[in-house]
């Protein structure tokens, strides 16, 4: 067959293609997404693809040089004065293979921690132990994620899906200076593949495993002309319900979900000066909500009762969760003599958000005491975010370079919440608030080279924020205080970092960096009226070494760090008084260490290690919250019911955290490789609340993963089998502490097996 009869054949099967994955997306064809290159690649943080044959000097052993946008530009690890990790390739391909969702980066990288109390939607970030545990449709969160280089300010945003990735960058420290306010933690980093002029490539993978855990994946790139390309992205992901209720509610058996999302992405390159890039996207989720589970604690431990089965719940209420999204970005660029322009446009909607479930997690009967019973519901009945940067980038030889930008924000959002009767599920309260958010933003960034090795960075940001926040709907709901607030700030965030490369494979940094999060607000209930949260700041500390060694078959990353948060923002939930209210502590800090290992051992076996030692304290003595309704709380009560958590440790945040992954492949002949793959993940205790208690506080965390998989073809095909949490450890995760006992557990075991093919 000719080449132009090839490339014909090519184009009918990736249109066939197209259409196909295309009818299982929410909006059809759509919603869609491309890559450049979509064969396993290697990772800073994972196992190269394929194992390389060794050569005399070794030179086929290097590392690959591994390249970040943390500074929002293309730049060596080694050169950006940041703590920051990349996951991409084959790591992100193993990771997903077990249907978790955006949780499963937990642990997997040092200093990072993601929850939800929400299931599989409303991921919550912690960097360096620092985040928050707010889950109102309005929370804001220390840790922003940017996808595409789009901010996804709404947490119900931030759990889309990861597939056809190119990379995910976690940029520890305050990142206030280019990423704007709500990144005093850091940021999290999401960069698709893109659409390639090159020729017409793509990707599926299909696996399937226990409780009919299915994952269907693919892209499809396609040169549309000289000028226009496309790529097409989509995953669909299943579980069949595998928890059996043995309470007698309208719902069944639980556990199960359903996932559909997608990507299209169009490329126009006419020339060399000007590059546009469009993005659509959206995702269709439904399952069930958080499984809360009555009295599984035993009492005075933080263990589980005698006879626990993961398997099993007892609830007489509804259960039911569903996630609608959708948006869309415009990147536009021009590369002209002396400077390069950006415009980033973008544009998310939640068109529908609702979760349903039973908070006392039980019956009148039991299991254990329950004293009432408790069915809430709340979601975003609307939402939509709009946001436009406009950058400009300096290409000077000399050693002064520089970039300044402009920046908008606006986020309109509707949300709700409501209480429902147990005996006949009916709605028996109604609360809908409303919350516009406008924020704008001046910023520039100055890099000096003093000579060849010492190099100076600096950035300035100024922000505005304001937010409205109103009552549009109380049904059955009497609240006190006024109906309706607003909160402004301003704020200037600043960094200063330096740069100094001892020799061509080591360099060192120090950086000092402040950040804010704007005001927050909280919608009232029948016992709190509307709390507001006021603006936090930090000042952040750090310095580090990046070494290639071993003749670059090997790569450290170490550093370590201290900040000084003031006024943060903390969210006290339940208690006795089952109440929701925002509140500022005086003061919290944290210091602490990571380390980034990963080697070539040999032209058979790599291994990665990661590690991370965060230490976090609230310090603030006048700071009171209310204490549990039946767990034994330790710290000192202050006044009846409210207890001091002056010297604790931030929630959620382990003091260690390690990684650690190993792949050993074996070369067959024909480019065909036999490869055996496993990693492990370890967090230290956690504590869930505001206060000390003994049940409320999780227990260590070890889970790992297997992989045996065999590539033939040069790689164009690949079957494994996998299992994920392979010990089947179970703990719990969340607790729920002012009816009873109440907790949530992590994800189960999963075996299964993969087939994939790169064409």
Known sequence: MGKKARARAHMRCAHKMVLTLGAALPFGAAMAQTA??????????????????????????????????????????????????LIKGETLDVLNSGGQDIRVLAAKVPSLNIESSNGRTFPRFYIRGYGNTDFSAFASQPVSLIYDDVVQENAALKGFPMFDMAGVEVLRGPQGTLFGRNTPAGVVKFDSAKPSL????????????????????????????????????????????WITNNGGGPTGSMGGYNERAGRLQFLYKPDGTFNALFNLHSRASEGNAQLFRANILEKGSNGFVPGFDPGTVTTNAMNTQSLHTAGGSARLSWNLDQVKLYSITGYETISSYFSRGDIDGGTPTGPGFIPFQVQTGGGIADHKQFSQEFRVESKNDGPLNWQT??????????????????????????????????????????????????????????????????????????????????????????????????????????????????????????????????????????????????????????????????????????????????????????????????????????????????????????????????????????????????????????????????????????????????????????????YNSTEFTGKPLLEGGLRMGYKWDGDKYEVAAFARNITNKTVAVGGIDFDNLTAFINEPRVFGVQFRSNF
């Open 405 to 690: 930008g402009l920046y908008y924000f606006y986020e309109d959002v509707a949300g709700n919440s409501s209480n429902f009767s147990s005996t006949t599920q009916l709605q028996t309260s109604y609360l809908q608030n409303r919350q516009k958010n406008t924020a704008y933003a001046a910023f520039g960034s100055l890099t000096y080279d003093v000579s060849d090795r010492f190099k100076l960075r600096g950035g300035l940001r100024y922000t505005e924020d304001k937010k409205d926040f109103t009552n549009e709907v109380a049904n059955n709901v009497t609240f006190t205080g006024p109906g309706s607030i607003s909160e402004s700030k301003s704020n200037v965030s600043w960094d200063a970092s330096a740069n100094y490369a001892l020799n061509n494979d080591i360099t060192t940094y120090a950086r000092v960096a402040t950040g804010f999060r704007a005001p927050s607000i909280a919608a009232p209930s029948s016992s709190v009226p509307i709390t507001v949260a006021n603006a936090e700041t930090i000042t952040s500390y750090e310095a580090g070494i990046k070494a290639d060694l071993f003749n670059r078959r090997a790569r450290a990353n170490f550093s370590i760090y201290t900040f000084d948060v003031k006024n943060q923002q903390l969210t006290a939930v339940g208690g006795a008084s089952n109440s929701i209210m925002l509140v500022n502590a005086a003061k919290s800090v944290g210091h602490g260490a990571e380390l980034d290992l990963e080697a070539n051992l040999s032209e058979r076996l790599r291994v990665t290690f990661g590690g991370s030692y965060n230490f976090t304290q609230i310090r603030d003595p006048n700071l009171l919250v209310a204490g549990c309704a039946s767990c034994t709380v330790l710290n000192t009560q202050a006044r009846p019911g409210l207890y001091s958590i002056d010297g604790n440790p931030l929630p959620q945040a382990p003091k260690w955290i390690a990684n650690v992954t190993a792949r050993y492949g074996i070369p067959l002949g024909n480019n065909d490789e036999l490869y055996f793959y496993t990693d492990w993940a370890y967090r230290s205790k956690i504590n869930f609340l505001l």
């Open 198 to 241: 090159d020729k017409v490539s793509g990707y599926y993978s299909v696996s399937d495993g226990t409780y009919n855990t299915a994952n269907v994946e693919a892209a499809v790139n396609v040169p549309l002309s000289d000028q226009w390309a496309m790529r097409f992205s989509t995953l669909v992901e299943h579980r069949d319900d």
């Open 36 to 85: 450049g290159s979509t064969a396993p690649a290697t990772t800073a943080t994972a196992t190269a693809a394929a194992t390389p044959a060794a050569s005399k000097d070794g030179s086929s052993l290097q590392l690959e040089t591994m390249t970040v946008t943390a500074q929002r530009k293309v730049e060596k690890i080694k050169d950006v004065p940041i703590s920051v990790t």
